[in-house]
């Protein structure tokens, strides 16, 4: 069975630090860009960053941009997501996908079709 699988979230203080890990299981993510995105209760699933296959290609979102930071390890099969200086409007599902990494997988407007594995999704929470 090809699924991914998110994990490495909980509940953080503000100002705290998280890493999310999404494992390839039953395929290989070598040949995949690999995006994140969360959703919020009550609003859309939105981009947060992307990886390219190559791993040389990476983009944020505006609101994560200097706090995240998306690698991958091909020998791990995995890809992360470190988390830092974390803030309440953080809060959410996050979701890791194959698909496409360019400036139109972040934010609102990506392309669902163009995703074709997602995970189970791992809750972030901060809150003091």
């Known amino acids: 069975q090809l699924q991914l699988v998110e994990s490495g979230g909980g509940l953080v203080q503000p100002g705290g630090s998280l890493r999310l890990s999404c494992a390839g299981s039953?395929?290989?993510?070598?040949?995949?860009?690999i995006g994140w995105f969360r959703q919020a209760p009550g609003k859309e699933r939105e981009g947060v960053s992307c990886?390219?296959?190559?791993?040389?290609?990476?983009y944020y979102a505006d609101s994560v941009q200097g706090r995240f930071t998306i690698s991958r390890d091909n020998a791990k099969n995995t890809v992360y997501l470190q988390m830092n200086s974390l803030r309440p409007e953080d809060t959410a599902v996050y979701y890791c996908?194959?698909?496409?990494?360019?400036?139109?997988?972040?934010?609102?407007?990506?392309?669902?079709?163009?995703?074709?594995?997602w995970g189970q999704g791992t809750q972030v929470t901060v809150s003091s």
């Open positions: 990886i390219s296959s190559s791993g040389t290609t990476t």
């Open positions: 996908a194959t698909g496409a990494c360019t400036y139109y997988s972040i934010g609102t407007n990506y392309t669902p079709g163009e995703y074709e594995y």
């Open positions: 039953g395929f290989t993510l070598d040949y995949y860009a």
